[in-house]
């Protein structure tokens, strides 16, 4: 019984790493969309300071802002090759989390089924002992 009470407190073990890693990995997926939509942001800020630049004639600004929109347009595009590796991980992390999930539940029903059973066996002793005592009582009584 402690062998397989050992073996759940592993499983739980195994189970709640398999989850900060799975955390992890979410955290790093929201990190990188987060400065993903900032990259966006200011290329689009580029953008418009381009155009407001070129409406007022000033093409130093304009190439300036075009130099900046494509600085941003190249971190975008490596930050969504960055998300899709992370994506990647996290989505392996979460697997490895419900797999472990999966064992835990099947050893703690394990655990739960071979208590019951203990539990079973111990019931029928007392009972066996008192029935004996019962019987001896009875055997003594017709004995007198």
């Known amino acids: 019984m402690k ?3 050992r073996v759940a407190a592993l499983y739980g073990m195994v189970e709640r790493v398999r989850s ?3 955390k992890v990995a979410a955290a790093a997926v929201a990190e990188v969309v987060a400065a993903r939509e900032t990259a966006e942001r200011a290329r689009r800020e580029m953008v418009a300071g ?3 630049a070129l409406a007022e004639g ?6 300036s802002a075009q130099w900046a929109r494509g600085a941003c347009e190249g971190r975008v595009t490596g ?3 960055v998300q899709v590796v992370r994506e990647a991980v996290r989505d392996e992390a979460m697997v490895a989390y419900r797999a472990s999930r999966m064992q835990t ?3 703690d029903r394990v655990l739960a089924g071979e208590m019951e059973r203990l539990h079973l066996e111990e ?3 007392v009972q066996a002992a008192a029935d004996d005592r019962f019987g ?3 055997a003594w009584v017709k004995g007198r």
């Open 3 to 5: 062998g397989l009470k």
């Open 20 to 22: 900060a890693e799975a």
């Open 50 to 52: 381009g155009r407001a």
């Open 58 to 63: 000033d093409r130093v600004g304009w190439a």
């Open 79 to 81: 930050l969504m090759k």
């Open 105 to 107: 539940e099947q050893v």
């Open 123 to 125: 019931e029928r002793r």
């Open 136 to 138: 001896s009582r009875q």
